[in-house]
């Protein structure tokens, strides 16, 4: 695999995922792009009906972050038939799975939407 370091500790990498996170589900999906993203399309739409009816705010953003760059990811599997990893962090020689942007605001918009949950309601 071809890199470019950026620092000790990250790597500028060119990765194609067909599966879901982390390469998951794989097989599954390598000769069907389109049926991935469909799916992944109805699960966006649900996230932002859910995003339009939460009256908190940080569970708002938290969705609409996971909704856009679930959608950043779609683009690529439509266009491409893969998503495009590139960001490589790693220690050694031990290097976690590549990623790219969108995978880094759908985990943003997790832990806000986690943190979200126990702040209350304001009336």
């Known amino acids: 695999m071809h890199y470019h370091s950026l ?17 998951m589900f794989r097989e599954l999906f390598l000769d069907r792009p389109l049926m991935l993203a469909g799916i992944k399309m ?8 859910w995003a339009m009816r939460t009256p908190k705010p940080l569970e708002m ?3 609409g972050l996971i909704a856009g760059g ?3 990811n779609i683009v690529d599997r439509i266009s491409q038939g893969a998503v495009t990893d590139f960001l490589d962090f ?11 942007m969108a995978d880094t605001m ?6 806000l ?8 309601v304001r009336s």
């Open 61 to 63: 953003v938290g969705l």
């Open 90 to 100: 790693h220690v050694g020689r031990w290097h976690w799975p590549a990623f790219n």
């Open 7 to 23: 620092t000790p500790l990250s790597n500028l990498t060119l990765g194609f995922n067909t599966g879901v996170s982390f390469g």
């Open 113 to 120: 939407l986690i943190a979200g949950s126990f702040w209350p």
């Open 42 to 49: 109805v699960i966006v739409a649900g996230l932002l009906l």
């Open 106 to 111: 759908i985990t943003i918009g997790v832990v």
């Open 70 to 72: 679930a959608m950043g």
